[in-house]
């Protein structure tokens, strides 16, 4: 901001907040939201877009593996495309997760873009397996509270 006004945005500034704001939240998840959703029956695929050797380090678990080059062909076949799609990459540093997203938008699915990727799934204290099963993690705290299921916002 270049200056304070005291009088509030304009009418035009406001809808233009309102719009981007939405938008967000349309295309946009986080980690406590959507894990939220799959403990309560929510019907949606989380799709985990890395490669093979990602998938196998460590995952959400009820991701399905799917990574980015893969998906244009294989998730015709695999996701029913009336069923909302999450997708994630590796964490805020990668931009693995919006390639993906645009994939599955292509395509015509219902899809949006877990933030933070896996990083912040991990970070937050949600359940993580990897090919030997799960894979304890105590919540950063910085990432959540350590003695409450989900941030409350």
Request: contains cysteine.
């Amino acid at each position: 901001m270049t200056s304070i006004e005291t009088s509030g945005p304009s009418t035009a500034a406001r809808e233009a907040a309102i719009e981007h704001f939405a938008a967000k939240l349309r295309y946009e998840t986080d980690p406590s939201d959507v894990a939220a959703a799959l403990a309560a029956g929510e019907r949606l695929v989380l799709v985990d877009t890395r490669g093979h050797a990602a998938w196998h380090q460590g995952r959400a678990v009820g991701a399905v593996h799917l990574p980015t080059a893969e998906i244009a062909e294989r998730a015709p076949r695999e996701i029913p495309l009336d069923t909302p799609v999450v997708v994630y990459c590796w964490g805020p540093g990668c931009n693995g997760s919006t390639k993906a997203a645009l994939q599955f938008s292509r395509l015509g699915y219902e899809v949006r873009e877990l933030i933070g990727g896996f990083e912040y799934w991990a970070r937050e204290g949600l359940a993580v397996v990897d090919h030997d099963g799960p894979v304890p993690r105590p919540v950063d705290e910085l990432t959540g509270p350590r003695n409450a299921i989900d941030c409350d916002c």
